[in-house]
């Protein structure tokens, strides 16, 4: 067996077996989960976090494989939940770093983070967050962006998903995409509007003081495909 | 002694008095250390982190009472210093948030924030964080500015300071205090360009596909006068 074909058997079994309940003591509240792992990009995991935390009945916690992590920048962050269960929740963030870099090759972590998709209602990736997925066959037959400036390193993981050279953000299906670091920031906002709407959007940007890029074609850092 | 005496006379005592050497294991690197509180504003933090974080030669470590600090939003971060002690630094960062609000009035924290201001080259404030500085009498004197929706009850705070309520961010000597969170990513580039100059502030901006405010007097959130 492959890794694909583990992959894709592993995630037919977790489809198949019953699932761990949300470990979150606010079981009514719009749950989000967001992965950190050593040398995460600060802004990729922190923008989305700022906007999508001012939404009323949130819940957010961080997911590692330690209790504590470091940001490629130095300080660190706590894993409120560990990557020995899978987490259900209504958004899972999949920052990007330098710390992907050996991540899109750890089986035992894509196999995971397989699993986490699985039971997560949406999945947001920003920056290069995306190479982790692309490292599996979650995303095959999506489309979907990345960091611009490591485009070619990302879309060469997986030819089956319909990269995007000029995009701030993909929203397709199950997974919203960003472009690069400060782009998750606009994403979360479009997210913002879908779950509460457009005056909610804007009254986290204004709050936050945020000039918000809410077109997603509109990608000031696009690249000649 | 009123607060204010005992807050002068502190600072005078640890100007005349012998300072800790660095803490810091890389004595060469740029030493940046930034104040965590709980219910700090996420943004606030690590939008500055992100850009500042990208120098070469930099080390960023994280000050707070105590070990782990939980932001506004949810997610917590590791305090590499303590404040038992004040920590010499090239740029200290003090961010916003729902937490100022009792911290203006602890006596103790303000009491170490005017030393460790006195042990800083630089002191940048983010959104909120002028409200701390204006507690003391460290901003008298100096034009400043702060969040634009909490401007009344951050400049009722100390009407000794020249407050700007049309300012990305004001750059006054050893203070630089932004406008409200996202301003303070605006500010820190700034910085960087007057650190490491221009080229690097936009090598910087374009990595983290970030459209940077860089004219601190284009303030789309001003308040009137």
Same mark, same amino acid.
């Not at 409120?80 to 090759?105: A, E, W, Y």
């Not at 804007?202 to 997603?216: F, G, H, K, S, V």
């Given at each position: 067996?492959?890794?694909?074909?583990?992959?894709?058997?592993?995630?037919?079994?977790?489809?198949?077996?019953?699932?761990?309940?949300?470990?979150?003591?606010?079981?009514?509240?719009?749950?989000i989960v967001a992965l950190v792992f050593d040398d995460y990009e600060t802004l990729d995991l922190h923008g989305p976090i700022e906007m999508l935390g001012h939404m009323k009945g949130v819940n957010i916690e961080l997911v590692g494989a330690r209790s504590i992590i470091r940001s490629y920048q130095g300080p660190k962050v706590v894993a409120d939940l560990d990557t020995n269960q899978v987490h259900h929740c209504d958004l899972f963030?999949? *920052?990007?770093?330098?710390?992907?870099?050996?991540?899109?090759?750890?089986?035992?972590?894509? +196999?995971?983070? &397989?699993?986490?998709?699985? #039971?997560?209602?949406?999945?947001?990736?920003?920056?290069?967050?995306? $190479?982790?997925?692309?490292?599996? *066959?979650?995303? +095959?037959?999506?489309?979907?962006?990345?960091?611009?400036?490591?485009?070619?390193? #990302?879309?060469?993981?997986?030819?089956?998903?319909?990269?995007?050279?000029?995009?701030?953000?993909?929203?397709?299906?199950?997974?919203? &995409?960003?472009?690069?670091?400060? $782009?998750?920031? %606009?994403?979360?906002?479009?997210?913002?509007?879908?779950?509460?709407?457009? $005056?909610?959007?804007?009254?986290?940007?204004?709050?936050? +003081?945020?000039?918000?890029?809410? %077109?997603?074609?509109?990608?000031?850092?696009?690249?000649? $495909?």
């Amino acid at each position: 067996m492959n890794r694909r074909q583990f992959l894709m058997a592993t995630s037919a079994s977790v489809a198949a077996a019953s699932l761990p309940l949300y470990a979150s003591s606010n079981h009514d509240a719009f749950r989000i989960v967001a992965l950190v792992f050593d040398d995460y990009e600060t802004l990729d995991l922190h923008g989305p976090i700022e906007m999508l935390g001012h939404m009323k009945g949130v819940n957010i916690e961080l997911v590692g494989a330690r209790s504590i992590i470091r940001s490629y920048q130095g300080p660190k962050v706590v894993a409120d939940l560990d990557t020995n269960q899978v987490h259900h929740c209504d958004l899972f963030i999949i *920052p990007g770093g330098m710390g992907t870099r050996s991540l899109v090759k750890d089986e035992v972590f894509l +196999e995971w983070m &397989t699993r986490q998709c699985h #039971v997560s209602n949406k999945v947001f990736s920003v920056c290069t967050g995306s $190479a982790l997925l692309a490292s599996t *066959p979650l995303l +095959e037959g999506h489309k979907a962006t990345s960091n611009k400036q490591a485009f070619e390193w #990302v879309s060469g993981l997986n030819s089956k998903v319909q990269w995007q050279p000029r995009a701030r953000w993909i929203d397709d299906r199950q997974f919203i &995409t960003s472009s690069g670091v400060s $782009a998750g920031t %606009d994403a979360a906002l479009a997210l913002i509007s879908q779950y509460r709407g457009r $005056a909610e959007a804007d009254r986290i940007a204004t709050l936050a +003081e945020y000039q918000w890029n809410d %077109d997603p074609s509109n990608d000031p850092f696009a690249i000649e $495909a």
